[in-house]
Structures are given as C-alpha cells and as structure tokens.
C-alpha cells in the first residue's frame, strides 16, 4: 500500500545529530496527530531506542502506550510484535520452539515474539516467574537459547514493559535483579481535563481510526541509519565534571537515609547512555546538567528501594530523586 505524507525520509549517510534532532520533531509531530500528550513517553522511547535500553512503564490502563510504541516503529521503520501478559504464558510463548516438519523431517524453528526490533511486554507482571525470567536473557544478552542454540536477536532491541501498580490479585512482582535490566522507567497517568477533552473531540469527529493512521505514516528513516545513528551516540562528548556529577547523584542514593538499597552500577552505565541520547535528540554534540536532570527519574526510580520507615511515612522515590538532585550541584 502506498503511503503518503509530507514527512521527510533520511537516507543512509545522513547519520548526524541533526538527523536525530529532526528524527525527534517529525516524530513528535506525527504522533501528535494522533495522540493527545505524552511528550516525556515518546521522548522516552526515542531515547531507549538509541541506547538500546528497555523502558519499565508503570501507571494506569489506555493512557496509549501501545499506540505510541506501535507508531514509533513505524516512523522508525522498525519491526513491532506485543505479548498481553497471563498466568500461563511459557517461555516458549516468548522465544519460540521448535517443532517436528513432516516435509522436511526435521525440526524447523518457529521464533517466538522476542524475535523483533520493538517489542512491547504488556502486564509483565501478570506473567509467572518462569515466564518472566525469558526475558532476562534477552534483555541482558539480546539473544535467546532455544533448545541448547543461542540466536541472536534483531538489531535494534528494545524492550517496554507495562504493569499497572494498582492492581495486585494474579500478579507476580519482578525480583530486583529484573527490575535493575530496565535502563529505564516512568510513570504514566490520565490526561489532565483539557487533554482529555482534546480526545473526546477526536473520537467524535472520527479521528481516532488507527488503520486510516497508520497507513498515513512513512518511515522517517530507515532501519539501516537508524543503526548507525545508534553507533554514533557514543561519540556525544561529557565533560569530566558531568561525569562526576553522574557519580555524585548515585552514591547519594547509596547513602540517604530514606534509602534501603541505592542505584548499581548498571544505573551509572544506563546515565551515560541516557544523556548523550537525549543530548543528541536534541541537536547537540554534547551533554548539559539539564540532560543529566532530565534523565535521572527515568533512570533512578525503579533502581531504588526505600526504607520501610520511610515508606510509613508516605515518602515516594520521586520525591527522595528530587530532593537529591536539589542537594548535588556540578563541580
């Protein structure tokens, strides 16, 4: 099917950090058409994509975070699969199996959901241990072992999870040392009433049909530049003192009173590759403390666990990742 628009196709070659930060508008703009809100989710998602980092969403059901993960795939000219968590999901429901072809006589692989570029893990939490551990390989590794064969997964990964926080009956909470594969996290919420009002007059002047959407959407780029544009990330410049600053803002975690167990060391390496991400979305070759702010929630508040005396008392992380981003200034 032919798809028109007025959007822009870069062409391999053109991996520059202004490809990313018009990557970053159009995209913008093109969801928007679509969907009402959720800037910092989209920004999110870029970014992970350019660090090949997995994002945790936590927050309240149809707040679209499938619609957004689905059209930044298509904008991105990336592959999408999604798996709607349950009680009885296997492993192999995930990664796939191999089954026994008569025609061939022999066993041919059948690859699971995993095998994709964007893969959206809706209700993780609803799945069983057994079911969830699939994914550590994956996430860690970026490969999947079926049958004693390591396959590697598609380039880009990603992976974004949702589970909602409100509702416990038929969950399984992930163990720490999953949650800690995350690069990032965020909450999400309802639309304030402007907002909402926004959707509801989409929805009765019939702009709220997915397929006549999605059919409007060109990739922005290509799968092959947008590899390379991940390669070039690394080459976004910190100075020293940012990277003590990074340094500072976690060892405050590990010793703040309202803490039980700060960030690891992964959460170090996921700031480095969360700033120059959003550093280069935004057109620059180099990091700013705002970068570092701006990505310290995301990257922080499922890394730590508070103190039980602290959680009687009603303190939440965001607001104890506030409090030491208010306290750690830049040398």
């Known amino acids: 099917m032919n798809k028109t628009n007025n959007q822009s196709c870069h062409k391999k070659g053109d991996a520059t950090v202004i490809t990313l930060e018009t990557l970053s508008r159009e995209a913008k703009n093109k969801i928007q058409e679509y969907i009402v809100g959720n800037q910092d989710l989209i920004q999110l998602i870029l970014v992970a994509l350019l660090s090949n980092g997995h994002i945790?969403?936590?927050?309240?059901?149809?707040?679209?975070?499938?619609?957004?993960?689905?059209?930044?795939?298509?904008?991105?000219?990336?592959?999408?699969?999604?798996?709607?968590?349950?009680?009885?999901?296997?492993?192999?429901?995930?990664?796939?199996?191999?089954?026994?072809?008569?025609?061939?006589?022999?066993?041919?692989?059948?690859?699971?959901?995993?095998?994709t570029n964007i893969l959206l893990a809706d209700e993780l939490n609803r799945m069983n241990p057994k079911a969830q551990s699939a994914f550590i390989e994956s996430m860690s590794e970026r490969q999947a072992t079926i049958d004693g064969e390591t396959i590697l997964l598609p380039d880009p990964f990603i992976v974004i999870a949702t589970q909602n926080p409100y509702e416990m009956e038929g969950t399984f909470p992930m163990i720490e040392v999953q949650r800690d594969r995350f690069m990032f996290s965020m909450d999400t919420s309802h639309l304030d009433s402007e907002e909402e009002l926004m959707v509801i007059r989409r929805a009765s002047d019939g702009k709220l049909n997915w397929k006549k959407y999605a059919d409007s959407i060109s990739p922005i780029i290509e799968k092959e530049t947008l590899i390379q544009l991940i390669k070039n990330v690394?080459?976004?410049?910190?100075?020293?003192?940012?990277?003590?600053?990074?340094?500072?803002?976690?060892?405050?975690?590990?010793?703040h009173p309202d803490i039980a167990l700060g960030a690891s060391s992964r959460a170090s390496i996921s700031f480095i590759s969360g700033v120059k991400s959003f550093a280069a979305l935004q057109g620059r070759e180099y990091v700013i403390?705002?970068?570092?702010?701006?990505?310290?929630?995301?990257?922080?508040?499922?890394?730590?666990?508070?103190?039980?005396?602290?959680?009687?008392?009603g303190i939440n992380s965001t607001e104890i990742i506030q409090d030491i981003l208010e306290s750690v200034e830049v040398q």
Do not use: M, N
């Not at 492993?91 to 059948?110: E, H, M, N, Q």
């Not at 701006?294 to 005396?309: D, F, G, M, S």
């Open 56 to 115: 945790l969403i936590e927050g309240v059901p149809g707040t679209a975070k499938t619609t957004i993960a689905k059209s930044i795939a298509l904008i991105t000219d990336c592959d999408f699969r999604r798996i709607q968590g349950a009680v009885d999901i296997q492993p192999a429901d995930i990664i796939g199996v191999r089954t026994y072809d008569i025609v061939s006589r022999d066993f041919v692989l059948k690859p699971g959901p995993v095998f």
């Open 289 to 313: 403390p705002d970068d570092v702010k701006w990505i310290a929630q995301k990257v922080l508040k499922h890394r730590i666990y508070l103190t039980r005396e602290a959680e009687i008392e």
């Open 234 to 255: 690394s080459d976004i410049h910190i100075e020293d003192p940012l990277l003590q600053y990074i340094r500072d803002i976690i060892i405050k975690t590990r010793k």
